[in-house]
């Protein structure tokens, strides 16, 4: 893609290529691929969903990793342009959004389709857009969701939790943990406590707090497997 003549921005401390998007020699590629994943894949009847998130969970690059530990890299980022000579601004970045969620479902059409959802922008001239894209994803027919589900996690009403419930009665709802269970996460009964709050359909469960649950695992605990059955009976409803 880079030979293509797209271009990126570099993270120099972490090494990370983050493309940019709205790029029109990138999307060329990536919706070259999609055809191919269409192909290889849409008559597979086990696949639950594919994951076809434009952007770092719909933000230009993963803040959490990144902005965390070098947040004058947004600086670095908002210079970088793309091969049409297009820097990066709020509007067009909104715009890449919907024109990727508009674009996708008429290029892999028989898989459903997952949006994970953020605060989808940089933030330089609007704030917290979670709400505006994930409308506009279901209304396109995704499943969306989120990453980072812990026990604190939608206890108190807000903007984005009645979002999230009015859009579980249109369409499946994934989530997944912030990290295994844990201090910081909760107990796995806390997690899906939390998944069954937000009407979550989907969770991604840490693989180690699966094994946890299975009885003849080295590390069994039956507090494991009676959270996973809880969250089984839950999600299922």
């Known amino acids: 893609v880079w030979k293509a003549g797209a271009r ?16 029109p020699v990138y999307q060329r590629h990536a919706f070259n691929f999609l055809r191919h994943v269409q192909e290889k894949y849409g008559d597979n009847p086990h696949i639950l969903f594919l994951d076809v ?17 070098n947040p004058e890299f947004r600086e670095t980022f908002l210079q970088v342009v793309a091969s049409d000579g297009k820097p990066y601004s709020d509007k067009l970045w909104i715009n890449t959004l919907q024109d990727w969620i508009t674009e996708m479902p008429k290029v892999v059409t028989s898989i459903p389709l997952l949006v994970t959802l953020n605060v989808a ?6 704030s917290d857009r ?3 894209v994930g409308a506009f994803c279901v209304e396109h027919g995704y499943l969306v969701g989120q990453n ?6 939608y206890l108190t009403e807000s903007k984005r939790k009645q979002a999230f419930l009015s859009w579980s009665e249109k369409t499946p709802l994934f989530f997944e943990m912030v990290a295994r269970s844990g201090r910081r996460t909760g107990t ?20 180690e707090d699966v094994l946890k649950g299975t009885p003849g695992n080295k590390d069994y ?15 299922s409803r």
């Open 53 to 69: 998130t434009p952007g770092a969970e719909t933000n230009p690059y993963r803040f959490g990793t990144i902005d965390r530990r």
């Open 188 to 207: 796995l009964m806390e997690v899906m406590q939390a998944a069954e709050r937000i009407h979550c359909s989907l969770l991604n469960v840490y693989p």
């Open 8 to 23: 990126s921005a570099f993270h120099e401390p972490s090494g990370t290529e983050i493309p940019l998007i709205w790029d």
């Open 130 to 132: 979670l709400t505006e």
């Open 148 to 153: 980072g589900l812990g026990k604190h996690s």
């Open 121 to 126: 922008g940089l933030g330089t001239n609007a």
């Open 221 to 235: 605990d039956p507090a494991f497997e009676a959270a996973l059955r809880y969250g089984a009976n839950a999600l």
